[in-house]
């Protein structure tokens, strides 16, 4: 077994991996990457991009199947769904590609393949060829799926989101088990592609909602197309031929069970912080396990050691995975002189339709922090203007802002183009601006954005304590 000694040590070769390394680079430092499984990042294979690719499928299958409600009539649709996953897998692969010869251009000495463990602090051990001394450490090692041990026996009829991405056609039906972004974006879009899809859910939780009634009006919404189960509980799973029967108990206590071809687990993933012998680190962790850390510098306590992505387990998505990666490997760098670095704005949308963004402070966040201190304005586009134009007239936006300052704070929303709304938001509030100064800013006609703002001016109206805004002033030109 060799021993090496560098400055900095990057476990994972993730979106925060491979940042973190090359912001640690740029002092000049010796810095090595430790990558046991395939290079890729979670996002170009397994994430964002394949999912992504599935859902444009999709959505050109539901835009035909929607086009007669414009007088518009096209013939039979056949979905092909070889070809449909044929073209999945052919782009990711292309995504994954340009990850590849990014690590490629890494110089040959600084990737270590194999699984890395702490065997003291700053000293790490990957597999039984090395031993890294490392005068700091970058924790980037990602996250996995959950899939509860009970299901397991049903072999290969049980997936993950990543199994999904390397089907060469699709299957007949499918169950889907979880509410959050994954189980809803996959869900929906299969259905949409003509698989028999029920979506089941512990409770009443969808994506990363909060707020009430945004809630209620995303499960009406969705709940409207898709067989959408809430308050169901999986009561147990098993191989059934070549597929698999899923038992449950709803609500009422009423138990079913039904036969699919798979049973897609999308019920949250699990930061990969086990078996890397943290409790070698030096570190104090909390009661998952994983590291105590400060935000602002992505340090655990005042060890070396740093921590990104998705193994912290605080925002898991690309976004935050490069900017914590970036802080982490810049500190690493600079150990012991760490500094704050830039924590931006809170994003997140879901790629279900209607989308769902959530940006800045959650309602839930704000009854915490702002308890009694906080006033909300709000938007149906049921009657927005642009939005009964496209036929997507569903969904609300809920805004957020601090009493006494006028401080935007955050919003949730189900909506029409949400993805785009929850950049202009999320920009507002990374720059503090005050709800009158957004109001001050320029709306066109006719745009969704015209919602947005309808819900402030209701918002300006409740800070001030007075009236609120009209139900929809945004569907006459020049309001």
Same mark, same amino acid.
């Given at each position: ?80 769904? /070889? ?72 072999? /290969? ?31 929906? @879009? ?6 028999? =899809? @029920? ?44 597929? =698999? ?6 609500? /009422? ?117 702002? /308890? ?16 009964? =134009? ?27 183009? @949400? ?28 745009? =969704? ?31």
């Amino acid at each position: 077994m060799k021993t090496i000694r560098v400055d900095v040590a990057v476990i994972g070769a993730g979106t925060a991996g491979m940042t973190a390394y090359r912001s640690a680079r740029k002092h000049g430092k010796r810095v090595v990457m430790i990558e046991g499984g395939a290079y890729g990042t979670t996002c170009a294979r397994v994430g964002c991009m394949p999912s992504k690719l599935l859902i444009a499928a999709a959505e050109a299958a539901h835009a035909v199947a929607a086009a007669p409600a414009f007088g518009v009539h096209p013939g039979a649709v056949r979905i092909d769904g /070889a070809a449909v996953m044929a073209r999945v897998r052919a782009e990711r692969d292309r995504f994954v590609g340009f990850v590849l010869e990014a690590v490629e251009e890494m110089p040959a000495a600084d990737k270590i393949r194999g699984r890395a463990r702490f065997i003291g602090p700053g000293r790490l051990q990957v597999d039984e060829h090395t031993v890294i001394e490392a005068a700091s450490v970058v924790i980037a090692s990602g996250s996995t799926a959950i899939v509860p041990e009970a299901w397991r026996g049903a072999g /290969a009829r049980v997936v993950i989101s990543d199994d999904v991405f390397d089907w060469s056609d699709l299957p007949a039906s499918v169950a889907v088990v979880g509410s959050g972004v994954i189980g809803l974006e996959l869900g929906q @879009a299969l259905h949409r592609l003509g698989v028999r =899809v @029920a979506l089941y859910a512990r409770g009443a939780g969808v994506a990363q909602l909060s707020d009430p009634q945004v809630l209620a009006t995303a499960a009406r919404a969705l709940g409207g197309e898709l067989d959408l189960r809430m308050h169901t509980r999986v009561a147990g799973v098993e191989r059934d031929g070549d597929g =698999v029967l899923l038992r449950s108990v709803d609500a /009422a206590g009423v138990e079913r069970a039904e036969r699919y071809d798979y049973v897609l687990a999308a019920i949250g993933r699990r930061p990969n912080v086990a078996g890397i012998g943290l409790e070698l680190a030096g570190v104090a962790l909390d009661a998952r396990g994983v590291p105590l850390y400060d935000r602002r510098t992505m340090q655990c306590g005042d060890s070396a050691v740093f921590i990104a992505g998705d193994a912290d387990n605080e925002r898991p998505v690309l976004p935050e995975a490069a900017d914590q990666g970036h802080i982490a490997g810049d500190n690493a760098a600079r150990y012991p002189a760490v500094r704050a670095g830039l924590r931006r704005a809170a994003l997140a949308v879901a790629f279900c339709e209607p989308q769902i963004a959530t940006v800045g402070a959650r309602h839930k966040e704000l009854c915490l922090s702002h /308890a009694g201190g906080f006033a909300v304005g709000a938007v149906s586009f049921e009657n927005q203007g642009r939005s009964r =134009v496209m036929l997507q007239n569903r969904g609300m936006l809920r805004v957020y802002g601090e009493f006494g300052s006028g401080r935007f704070l955050g919003a949730e929303m189900v909506g029409p183009r @949400a993805e785009h709304l929850g950049h202009l938001l999320a920009w507002a509030c990374q720059a503090g601006l005050t709800v009158a100064a957004m109001l001050d800013m320029p709306f066109y006609h006719p745009v =969704v954005e015209e919602g947005v703002r309808t819900a402030l001016r209701e918002l300006l109206g409740q800070l001030s304590r007075g009236a609120a805004g009209q139900l929809c002033p945004d569907c006459i030109p020049g309001a």
